[in-house]
């Protein structure tokens, strides 16, 4: 499959709407061409997935959606397969009406769905009831239907949404189709890629149709999809001063460890030097663990303020706690308005006392920080990812990073970028302190705070699934991606 020029491109579900009303009305090409052309897409793809497949089973909404899987039954009819096809109305509207009888005329015969009869036996069930316009939970006979196929075990393949999924949020508010396959039509819809998506929609195609690039002129998109990148070699006169200094602040009693992951990741990132301000109880540990981190005692403010005009980024933070110690060093370090990544300790304390940032920063919360800082719930925040990240940059004044599946990175002017890879090995603890130390290692090596998040998210990322592919997922440790981050960022063709 020929990858589209658009497939980085994410759009909300009315952009979509849009871009389909124009491919209609301005380049005249007829709802039901359209139609055809999506049939032939998917059908082409169940071919290419299941080649070996004879029977198929498809199951038909009122709608669009179900216009596209009348018309895959009647392509699967002519190319001798058997077709069970399943409807949840008794008729069909608009263009699907006629893509029903286009079925019919095929030989075909349209069954109203029943629980009763049950799950028919096929290779492959086609999911075609609802596309992007469902926003709610289905009505509890639909959810029925979806439970039912979920758990029979058979290949699914879901055209353009699996039903269920909120295309615009990638939220489902009820039962969801979880495809083996989805082909989605025309534009990647943005809540196809985050939150729970990630298990509904199984591997991602985009066909856009076939229609001219003329469609996509002066369309705005909604968001984008990361592509893997690394850094440009480094000039062979470089020296320790040429990459920059990130200074790491975290670490109270009993928390040493994550601030030993924030600046070893630096240091695996790239970053000339990376010091370390903690309490005077790690020093121990963190210099016999590695000696490459210059690690200090601090008690307080006064100790803090030599090793911060020294430094060009600060990473403030990872186990740096909210008591007396932390909140002091954390008022310090914001008070110097450096460029700087803040994460975790550091989060908590700007819920508390909240600033907005005229320095490059980048915020990095999982959701629950995220409804902390945006005084919200998780339930809110993971309603909506693309308002709630966009919400937090605004709020803050700083590029933020939303992280979880799919994790989103927003800048103050409402731009989205979206990570597409990660794994579920990568829900432990210290992976977040690697994140911070990551991004703040590319700020000091130049780059803006944009750059800086999106690079960062995605090496970080993309580093999971590499220690995930040597040995699986379960029982990932955090100080498992320090190898492949290293070969990532060195990498001349990502």
Known sequence: MTPSPHSHELYSVDQVRALDRRAIEALAIPGIELMRRAAAAA??????????????????GPGNNGGDGFLLGALALQ???????FALADESRGDAATARSHFEEAGGQVQRWSAVTGLPV???????????GLTRA??????????????????????????GLNADTGRCPGEAISADVT????????????????DHVGVLELDTLALPEELWDGCATDARVLQAATLPPRPRHAHKGSNGHVLAIGGDLGTAGAIRLCGEAALRAGAGLVSVATREANLTALNSARPELMAHGVDGPQSLQPLLQRADVLALGPGLGQGA????????????????????????????????????????????????????????IEADRYAAVRALARKYNAVAVLKGAG?????????????????????????????????????????????????????????????????????????DLLAPLRWLLNERNA
Not at 43 to 60: D, E, N
Not at 122 to 132: E, N, S
Not at 334 to 358: I, Q, S, W
Not at 442 to 453: I, T
């Open 43 to 60: 059908f082409a793809s169940l071919q290419r997935h299941w080649p070996r497949a004879r029977r198929i089973a498809v199951y038909c």
């Open 79 to 85: 190319a001798g397969y058997q077709v069970m096809l």
């Open 122 to 132: 096929a290779d492959v069930h086609v999911d075609a009831l609802y596309g992007t």
């Open 138 to 163: 289905p009505e509890p006979a639909v959810a029925d239907l979806l439970w039912r196929l979920n758990a029979g075990g058979e290949p699914i393949l879901a055209l353009d949404v699996p039903s």
């Open 183 to 198: 082909v989605s039509f025309i534009a990647h819809k943005r809540g196809l890629h985050t939150g729970q998506a990630a």
């Open 325 to 380: 110690w932390g909140h002091a060093l954390w008022l310090t370090a914001l008070d110097m308005a450096m460029p700087m990544v803040l994460d975790a300790d550091g989060l908590n304390l700007l819920v508390r006392e909240p600033r907005t940032f005229e320095s490059a920063t980048v915020i990095t919360p999982h959701p629950g920080e995220a409804a902390r800082l945006l005084e919200s719930s998780i339930a809110q």
């Open 407 to 479: 994790s989103l990175v927003a800048d103050p002017h409402g731009r989205v970028s979206v990570c597409p890879w990660g794994n579920p090995g990568m829900a432990t603890g210290g992976m977040g302190d690697l994140l911070t130390g990551i991004v703040a290692a590319l700020l000091a090596q130049g780059c803006e705070a944009w750059e800086a998040a999106c690079l960062g998210v995605g090496l970080h990322a993309r580093a999971g699934d590499a220690a995930a592919a040597d040995g699986g997922e379960r029982g990932l440790l955090a100080s």
